[in-house]
T-cell receptor, first 114, second 112 residues
Framework: GAGVSQSPSNKVTEKGKDVELRCDPI?????LYWYRQSLGQGLEFLIY????????KSGLPSDRFSAERTGGSVSTLTIQRTQQEDSAVYLC????????????FGDGTRLSIL | QKEVEQDPGPLSVPEGAIVSLNCTYS??????FMWYRQYSRKGPELLMY??SSGNKEDGRFTAQVDKSSKYISLFIRDSQPSDSATYLC????????????WGAGTKLIIKP
């Protein structure tokens, strides 16, 4: 597609369950980013991929969070043993290279933990 | 204290007014400054991008950076109801310019 695609758009799950969030970047974009946006807060950086490798995982809030990227394209963010504080909008962005190129965002996955 | 401070608003102005949105920051190493617009239930969309200090104009939008005061602004001229959205500032250092640090966003309402 033309833009960054994220699925699902909404996810409601019970505390303790695992969830997988998917991001399909713009074709040809080598850099991919995951952010978390809580109500009334700015975006919180989670992880950055250049190709399939993640030079910076510093933003992942705990070891329950992990992400991978395969084929230099699709990325999956996995949250294990979800907690209520994980409820947020998870945004994915891609750019044609890191740094100076603008980051193009998907519309996010709204995650609610009951 | 957060690295980037932004008044959450809401800021409500009549159609046609000039809007001024601002962010302050504490990290003097920031070199790249961006403004994004975010409509409800959508992802952020890049509006303006500047490097270091100075002004940049694009249509009805003007971005200003004052590094000596650690203060950035976005001006919107002839505001329209379609400009109603949340405006987020973001900035990054030279050495880690992929990692954007974000303000919390200002909600702007343009009244017809």
């Amino acid at each position: 597609g033309a833009g960054v695609s994220q699925s699902p758009s909404n996810k409601v799950t019970e505390k303790g369950k695992d969830v997988e969030l998917r991001c399909d970047p713009i074709s040809g974009h080598t850099a991919l980013y995951w952010y978390r946006q809580s109500l009334g807060q700015g975006l919180e950086f989670l992880i950055y991929f250049q190709g399939n490798s993640a030079p910076d995982k510093s933003g992942l809030p705990s070891d329950r969070f992990s992400a991978e990227r395969t084929g230099g394209s699709v990325s999956t963010l996995t949250i294990q043993r979800t907690q209520q504080e994980d409820s947020a909008v998870y945004l994915c962005a891609s750019s044609s290279s890191d740094g100076l190129q603008p980051q193009h965002f998907g519309d996010g996955t709204r995650l609610s933990i009951l | 204290q957060k690295e980037v401070e932004q008044d959450p608003g809401p800021l409500s102005v009549p159609e046609g007014a000039i809007v001024s949105l601002n962010c302050t920051y504490s990290n003097s190493a920031f070199q790249y400054f961006m403004w994004y617009r975010q409509y409800s239930r959508k992802g952020p969309e890049l509006l303006m991008y500047t490097y270091s200090s100075g002004n940049k104009e694009d249509g009805r939008f003007t971005a200003q950076v004052d590094k000596s005061s650690k203060y950035i602004s976005l001006f919107i001229r002839d505001s329209q109801p379609s400009d109603s959205a949340t405006y987020l500032c973001a900035m990054s250092e030279e050495d880690s310019n992929y990692q954007l640090i974000w303000g919390a966003g200002t909600k702007l309402i343009i009244k017809p």
